[in-house]
């Protein structure tokens, strides 16, 4: 009886250890950075090298697995990233089966960047850097190649990420707080821009979503508000004390905070909500600062700009 005792003991430590060994193995991540040329694949790789990750650029699929085992294996690497881009040519058509094998050993995360045909031609024209797939076509004709090329890795990515109204901060910000260690949340990565505008000068192209305030009554047609901005406190005060424009933020904040976690769920990383008015100077203003508020205190990250407001 005694020597049974002994043995169901004896058995126990291996059982933990083998429990802490999965624990241990869970607590390790690889993510693949990857995506079109000009999306900030660099700029990316660095948040994350910051971040602590052990960085690795362009590293051959072939090799995957088996930097996938070092990390797994290693006592000083516990968070890994690097690239893997067009520059693997027909190669690409390998990666899901490739993936498959590296999330047999341990969790990897696929992160695409993608933005759009205008803004990555603007890039390469600051940068003046050729296309990586070579000088002989124009840019927009090896963006197009490239989408195709990458299509097999864009289908099996856990997190697109469209960086087309992204500068490198807010790259940074938003890396910063979808994988930091304790910081941030699942549900709370989405950058948020609120614009106001005039609708005289037209509905900004960029924008998501569009609300017209211009319903509220004018500030303009009070001379001493005229010259001012939506920002002065005498004007939001005026505009503060109609009973519609309480209701309309209450409602404009209860639609925006049920639409914007369903916006996240879908890979939605940038939002551009515009508030338009007349001529873009008060009644807007103040109603995208406000937003800017609600929002904020709701958990989002928000950003505001005042296209038509006088500098």
């Known amino acids: 009886m005694a020597s049974k005792r002994a043995a169901k003991a004896s058995s126990k430590p291996a059982k933990e250890s083998k429990s802490a060994k999965k624990q241990e193995t869970l607590t390790r991540e690889l993510v693949i950075l990857t995506g079109m040329s000009g999306s900030g694949k660099a700029s990316a790789l660095k948040a994350f090298e910051d971040l602590g990750y052990y960085s690795v650029d362009n590293l051959p699929l072939e090799l995957i697995p088996r930097f996938a085992d070092l990390v797994l294996k290693s006592a000083e690497i516990t968070r ?32 695409f960047l993608e933005a759009s045909e205008e803004a990555i031609v603007r890039r390469f024209s600051e940068t003046r850097r050729p296309h990586p797939l070579g000088r002989g076509e124009t840019v927009l004709a090896s963006i197009s190649a490239e989408r195709k090329r990458l299509d097999p890795v864009r289908n099996v990515a856990d997190i697109l990420l469209d960086t087309t109204r992204f500068n490198v901060h807010d790259l940074r910000a938003h890396i910063n707080a979808q994988f930091e260690r304790g910081g941030g949340t699942s549900d709370r ?25 211009r319903f509220l009554p004018n500030p303009h047609f009070v001379p001493e508000f005229r010259k001012l901005t939506g920002k002065h406190p005498k004007v939001a005060k005026y505009i503060r004390q109609f009973p519609q424009t309480k209701e309309f933020l209450d409602k404009a ?3 925006l905070t049920f639409l914007l976690p369903h916006y996240i769920k879908e890979g939605k990383s940038y939002l551009t909500v515009g508030i338009g008015c007349t001529g873009g100077q008060h009644r807007s203003v103040m109603i995208t600062e406000e937003l800017k508020k609600r ?17």
């Open 295 to 311: 929002l904020g205190d709701a958990g989002y990250r928000v950003k505001t700009s005042h296209r038509d407001m006088p500098r």
């Open 80 to 111: 890994a990233a690097m690239v893997v881009d067009v520059r693997e040519g027909i190669r690409l058509d390998r990666f899901p089966a490739i993936l498959k094998q590296v999330r047999k050993v341990l969790p990897a995360r696929v992160v």
């Open 189 to 213: 990565n989405l950058t948020i821009s609120v614009t106001s505008f005039g609708f005289k000068n037209g509905v900004p192209t960029d924008a998501d979503l569009v609300f017209d305030v």
């Open 253 to 255: 904040t209860d639609m």
